[in-house]
Nanobody, 121 residues
Framework: QVQLEESGGGLVQPGGSLRLSCAAS????????MGWYRQAPGKQRELVVTATKDGSTNYADSVKGRFTVSRDNAKNTVYLQMNSLRFEDTAVYYC???????????????WGQGTQVTVSS
């Protein structure tokens, strides 16, 4: 099993910044991808960004140039630096991890409990 512990959400004004953190613990294999999804009220959960151990990233177009993901592989921790926040970034942000023991194995996926980010003036 894997546990994901998030922190860093809160209330911020438009144009402001927040940094989210997510620490993973448990049975994490060397092949893993970590990242963030978000879900706004009345909408489906959507990708924000994912990052592999070797640094490959996949950003949603809506956050490119404003959000930056980083990882500390030694600590199994992923960070999301969010700058130039907009009203439409308001959502619950979920930490995400998928991992597998070998290249031909099936992925196991895990989610954090979510942290609220509210952009409001």
């Amino acid at each position: 099993q894997v546990q994901l512990e998030e922190s860093g959400g809160g209330l911020v004004q438009p144009g402001g910044s927040l940094r989210l953190s997510c620490a993973a613990s448990g049975s994490i294999f060397s092949i893993n991808v970590m990242g963030w999804y978000r879900q706004a009220p009345g909408k489906q959960r959507e990708l924000v960004v994912t990052a592999t151990k070797d640094g490959s990233t996949n950003y949603a177009d809506s956050v490119k140039g404003r959000f930056t993901v980083s990882r500390d592989n030694a600590k199994n921790t992923v960070y999301l630096q969010m700058n130039s926040l907009r009203f439409e970034d308001t959502a619950v942000y979920y930490c995400y991890l998928r991992t597998k023991p070998g290249i031909f194995s099936r992925w196991s996926e895990y989610w954090g409990q979510g942290t609220q980010v509210t952009v409001s003036s």
